[in-house]
C-alpha cells in the first residue's frame, strides 16, 4: 500500500470519528439540556406547592392544638358570620382579623398551587411511579376540603382568584383582603370562612382532622420527590424558640428554694431548664439560697414542640363545645 492510500484511509478514519463524535455530544447536550428543563419546570411546580402545603398544615394545627387544649382557638374567633367582612377596612384585616383573615388567604394559596399543579400535571417529568401518586394524593387533599363543604368545584375557583392575571403571580395577603371586602368576591371564599369559623369554636373537629393527615401524605410525598428534609418538621420548629446558652432570662413564681450554710433566710429562683415559671420561696437550712433559670421567649399562642412523629400522631375526638359563644351555623350545613 503506496503512501497516497495510507493518508486518504487515515483522513477518512480521522473524519468519520470526529463526525460521530460531534454527533454523540450533541445528542448529549441536547438530553442534558432537556434533563434540565424539565427539572426546571417541575421544581417551579412542586416546591411552592410544598411550601404552601407545610404553611397551611401549620395554620390548621394550630387550630387543632388550641381546640384539643382549651375547646376553641380565640384568635380566629372574630366574626359570626363572613359577611361581617365587609366594610372592614385594612386596620381589622391587619389588626383583629389577621389570624383568620390570613388563614383564608394561605389556603386560597394552597388552592391555587394545586389547580396549576394539576392542570400541568403532563408537563411534568417525575421519577418512577410518581406521576400517578402525585395526583392521587391532589385528589385526596381535595376530597378532605369537600368533606368540610369546601367543594371541589369551589376550591379552584378560589385558587383562581388568589392568582394576579396577567402575572401569573399569586396576590398578597394585602391584595387578598380587598376581594374578601367585595361581597361578590368575598362569597366565593365563604365556605373556607365558614369552616374555620366553626373550628375556632370548637366545631369540625374529625373534618379538620382529615384535613391535616392529607395534607401530611402529601407534604411527605413532595419532601420525597425533591429530596428535601421534613418539610412540616422544619415549619412546625421555626415556630419554637429554644435559648442555647446567652444570658439567662429570669421569671418570678412561687416555688422553695433551700440554701445550706449557717443561718436562715429567704430565697428566690426561677424554674430549671425550660421551665415557664420561676421559683422564690423561703430558704430553709442555714442559708439564703437563690437560684435562676432560662425562660424561652414564647409566642402568644404556644404550641408543644414537636415529639417523634408531630403530624401522624392520633389526636382524640374534641368534646362538647366548651367556648363561651354560641357556635355560629354555616348556610352550607
Known amino acids: 500500500m503506496d503512501a497516497l492510500s495510507v493518508t486518504l484511509i487515515s483522513a477518512?478514519?480521522?473524519?468519520?470519528?470526529?463526525?460521530?463524535?460531534?454527533?454523540?455530544?450533541?445528542?448529549?447536550?441536547?438530553?442534558?439540556?432537556e434533563r434540565v428543563q424539565r427539572e426546571t419546570r417541575t421544581m417551579a411546580y412542586l416546591n411552592p406547592l410544598r411550601w404552601h402545603t407545610a404553611e397551611v398544615h401549620h395554620r390548621l394545627s394550630l387550630y387543632a392544638t388550641s381546640v384539643d387544649?382549651?375547646?376553641?382557638?380565640?384568635?380566629?374567633?372574630?366574626?359570626?358570620?363572613?359577611?361581617?367582612?365587609?366594610?372592614?377596612?385594612?386596620?381589622?384585616?391587619?389588626?383583629k382579623?389577621?389570624?383568620?383573615?390570613?388563614?383564608?388567604?394561605?389556603?386560597?394559596?394552597?388552592?391555587?398551587?394545586?389547580?396549576?399543579?394539576?392542570?400541568?400535571?403532563?408537563?411534568?417529568?417525575?421519577?418512577?411511579?410518581?406521576?400517578?401518586?402525585?395526583?392521587?394524593?391532589?385528589?385526596k387533599v381535595h376530597a378532605a376540603f369537600?368533606?368540610?363543604?369546601?367543594?371541589?368545584?369551589?376550591?379552584?375557583?378560589?385558587?383562581?382568584?388568589?392568582?394576579?392575571?396577567?402575572?401569573?403571580?399569586?396576590?398578597?395577603?394585602?391584595?387578598?383582603?380587598?376581594?374578601?371586602?367585595?361581597p361578590d368576591r368575598r362569597v366565593w371564599a365563604d365556605p373556607v370562612t365558614w369552616f374555620l369559623i366553626a373550628v375556632a369554636h370548637g366545631e369540625r373537629r374529625p373534618a379538620l382532622q382529615r384535613v391535616l393527615d392529607a395534607l401530611s401524605e402529601l407534604?411527605?410525598?413532595?419532601d420525597d420527590s425533591l429530596a428535601g428534609g421534613a418539610s412540616l418538621r422544619a415549619r412546625h420548629g421555626a415556630e419554637i424558640h429554644r435559648p442555647r446558652g446567652g444570658s439567662p432570662v429570669t421569671g418570678t413564681g412561687t416555688g422553695t428554694g433551700t440554701g445550706t450554710g449557717t443561718g436562715t433566710g429567704t430565697g428566690t429562683g426561677a424554674g430549671a431548664?425550660?421551665?415557664?415559671?420561676?421559683?422564690?420561696?423561703?430558704?430553709?437550712?442555714?442559708?439564703?439560697?437563690?437560684?435562676?433559670?432560662?425562660?424561652?421567649?414564647?409566642?402568644?399562642?404556644?404550641?408543644?414542640?414537636?415529639?417523634?412523629?408531630?403530624?401522624?400522631?392520633?389526636?382524640?375526638?374534641?368534646?362538647?363545645?366548651?367556648?363561651?359563644?354560641?357556635v355560629p351555623r354555616s348556610p352550607y350545613s
Open 97 to 139: 382579623g389577621v389570624v383568620l383573615g390570613s388563614s383564608v388567604w394561605m389556603t386560597a394559596c394552597l388552592f391555587a398551587q394545586m389547580t396549576r399543579t394539576r392542570h400541568d400535571l403532563p408537563f411534568l417529568r417525575l421519577a418512577g411511579n410518581d406521576d400517578t401518586r402525585l395526583p392521587g394524593l391532589l385528589q
Open 219 to 222: 407534604s411527605a410525598f413532595l
Open 12 to 33: 477518512v478514519t480521522s473524519g468519520a470519528i470526529s463526525l460521530t463524535l460531534a454527533w454523540v455530544s450533541g445528542r448529549q447536550q441536547r438530553r442534558d439540556s
Open 273 to 326: 431548664g425550660g421551665d415557664l415559671g420561676a421559683a422564690a420561696g423561703a430558704g430553709s437550712g442555714s442559708d439564703a439560697g437563690v437560684g435562676r433559670g432560662r425562660v424561652p421567649s414564647l409566642s402568644p399562642h404556644p404550641i408543644p414542640a414537636p415529639g417523634p412523629d408531630p403530624v401522624l400522631r392520633p389526636i382524640p375526638a374534641p368534646g362538647p363545645n366548651s367556648g363561651p359563644d354560641p
Open 69 to 95: 387544649c382549651d375547646g376553641c382557638y380565640p384568635p380566629a374567633q372574630v366574626l359570626a358570620d363572613p359577611r361581617e367582612m365587609e366594610g372592614k377596612g385594612a386596620d381589622w384585616f391587619a389588626g
Open 146 to 182: 369537600a368533606a368540610c363543604e369546601i367543594y371541589y368545584a369551589t376550591q379552584s375557583s378560589i385558587g383562581t382568584d388568589a392568582l394576579l392575571e396577567p402575572e401569573g403571580r399569586l396576590r398578597s395577603y394585602r391584595e387578598f383582603c380587598d376581594l374578601l371586602a367585595e
